[in-house]
């Protein structure tokens, strides 16, 4: 995929709204950058991390609670006129209420970008080093074709892998640790890849 910028001159929230309905876009450094909506596999793993995270941790239902975990919520900080992460969380201590209107103006705590063929570039180079400039504590990137959870921390200015988990796994992720996740069942139902012959 090329990240160079879709624009040379800097990007507005106008440009983001003229996208076609079947694109979305993030402006980061005043770059545009859009994509193609994402396809079945992506929408069904982002449901299911997001099911298997609000239930302990933004209703306390098994879990300590003390959060807010929003799939695809606008957020807007000096450097990025607009990005959306495909799931972001907020420790309600920090975000207390939500706003009515409008978008999010904080940092998140944890951010979880689910990978696919048009935007992995992207999310792990241009928006990797965009989290840890602006003090992301923690991200996760989910790629559903690999069936894989890279867990890292932001230590000191830099990412610190904490893990790489496998199909089938059963792991505790931080900042979730807490409870322990089935990867397995994230991808259930999921077609199985075809691979080209030597």
């Not at 299911?48 to 609670?65: A, C, E, M, V």
């Not at 063929?117 to 990137?141: C, E, L, M, N």
Request: net charge negative; aromatic share 10%; glycine share 8%.
């Amino acid at each position: 995929m090329n990240i160079a910028p879709t624009l040379v001159r800097p990007a507005t929230l106008a440009d983001l709204e003229a996208l076609p309905p079947t694109w979305r876009g993030e402006i980061l450094d005043d770059t545009l950058y859009a994509f193609p909506r994402p396809r079945a596999p992506h929408a069904s793993v982002e449901g299911l991390i997001t099911t298997d995270l609000t239930n302990p941790f933004q209703r306390g239902r098994g879990g300590p609670g003390g959060w807010w975990i929003l799939p695809e919520p606008s957020i807007r900080l000096p450097g990025a006129a607009e990005i959306s992460p495909d799931l972001a969380g907020f420790r309600r201590e920090r975000l207390p209420t939500l706003p009515r209107e409008g978008s999010i103006t904080l940092v998140p705590d944890w951010v979880c970008e689910i990978l696919s063929p048009s935007t992995a570039s992207y999310d792990q180079i241009v928006k990797r080093r965009f989290y840890v400039r602006i003090g992301v504590p923690h991200i996760w990137y989910v790629d559903p074709r690999d069936r894989t959870l890279l867990v890292s921390q932001h230590v000191d200015g830099r990412w610190m892998e904490l893990g790489l988990h496998g199909a089938n796994e059963t792991v505790r992720a931080a900042p979730f640790d807490a409870i322990e996740l089935n990867l397995g069942a994230w991808w259930e139902g999921f077609e199985p890849e075809t691979t080209a012959g030597p």
